[in-house]
Every structure is written in C-alpha cells, then in structure tokens.
C-alpha cells in the first residue's frame, strides 16, 4: 500500500446521527467529494472509514462514515487527521499537478539543455516554494519555485527546466 496523506482534520460531531465535521484546506472540494475510503488513527492503529455521504456547510466538509453511527462514535476520532493513499491522491491531481515531495531528485537544466544537478529539498517562505538544487559539483543553491524561474516541470520524465539570469553561467563551479 503506498503513503498516507493526510486532507484534514476530524473537528468535532455535526447533528446526533453520526456526521463528521472535517477542517480541509480550501479549494479541496472535489477531492473531498470523490472519497470512498479514508484512514484516521485510532490508538496509533490505522483504522478504515468507507464514506457515506458529504456535504459542505460553511467552510467545512460534513462527512457520514458508514462505521460512524452517534455523537459517541465520533468523539472517539475527534482531533483526528483524515489520510488517503497517496496513489488515491495523486489520481485526483489534474494535469500539471503534482506533490512538491515528487519534486525531490529530479534532474535540473538550463534553458540551454545543460544539466546543472538535482533537486535536493524544498523550502517554503511566505511568498512561495523555494526549489534547493545540489549541482554537480556538491554545491547548492536556491531557485522560487515560480513560473518566472521555473517554466517547465516534468515529472515523468523527470526533470526541471530553471531559467537563469543574464551573464550567470549555471554551470561554473562558483554559480
């Protein structure tokens, strides 16, 4: 089975027969939609949930679990994260959507085709995802992972395009 990962938060009990009230991350509805099967942990045992129903009511999904069937029932995972497979996610994602872990050992060019090393991590600050590359040579540096810096990413084929300023040659050993 592959990874977890988790689309939200299991608040608190809606109405008395059995309902879920789940936080998630807005502009997740249709994922939120389309679930069969959730995972949350009860006791540290990862516990199954076939979805029933769900409705939104304000900015929250209202989800009945066929397993779920009082207030009593749903203050046990109360507090809870709500997990899919990552395969289930990923096979939600549209095209050119990915998960920034995916991002992680991709090859990285210039527009030049050159091959200037790999992604080695990725950071976050409040403007964007920060791309962390390792060159060839073992040093690294640090691109926005924005369009302007970074107009191609394929992931099946697995690599990067990254744009580079004006008189910079990427491939220096002191760039």
Same mark, same amino acid.
């Given at each position: 089975?592959? #990874? ?5 938060? *299991?608040?608190?009990? !809606? ?14 509805? +249709? ?9 949350? =942990? ?10 029933? +129903?769900?409705? =939104? !009511? ?19 995972? #109360?507090?809870?994260? %709500? !997990?899919?497979? @990552? ?13 920034? +872990? ?5 090859? %990285? ?9 790999? *992604? +080695?991590? %990725?950071? @976050? ?29 394929? &992931? ?7 744009? /580079?300023?004006?008189? &910079?040659? /990427?491939?220096? @050993?002191?760039?």
């Amino acid at each position: 089975m592959s #990874k977890l990962i988790s689309i939200g938060k *299991v608040l608190n009990f !809606h109405g008395i027969k059995g309902e879920a009230k789940i936080g998630f991350t807005a502009g997740n509805e +249709s994922l939120m939609k389309s679930l069969k099967t959730v995972y949350i =942990f009860r006791n540290n045992l990862k516990c199954s949930y076939d979805v029933e +129903s769900v409705r =939104f !009511h304000k900015n929250f999904a209202i989800i009945k679990f066929k397993q779920i069937n009082s207030i009593n029932d749903v203050e046990t995972i #109360k507090g809870q994260l %709500v !997990h899919i497979t @990552e395969d289930a996610f990923k096979a939600k994602l549209m095209q050119n959507e990915y998960l920034i +872990s995916d991002l992680i050992g991709l090859d %990285v060019y210039n527009a030049q085709n050159e091959k200037i090393g790999k *992604v +080695s991590d %990725v950071g @976050e600050n409040k403007a964007s995802n920060i791309l962390e590359i390792e060159k060839t040579n073992g040093l690294k540096f640090m691109v926005p992972f924005v369009k302007e810096w970074v107009p191609v990413v394929d &992931i099946k084929k697995k690599l990067i395009v990254i744009k /580079t300023t004006d008189g &910079i040659d /990427t491939t220096q @050993e002191n760039f």
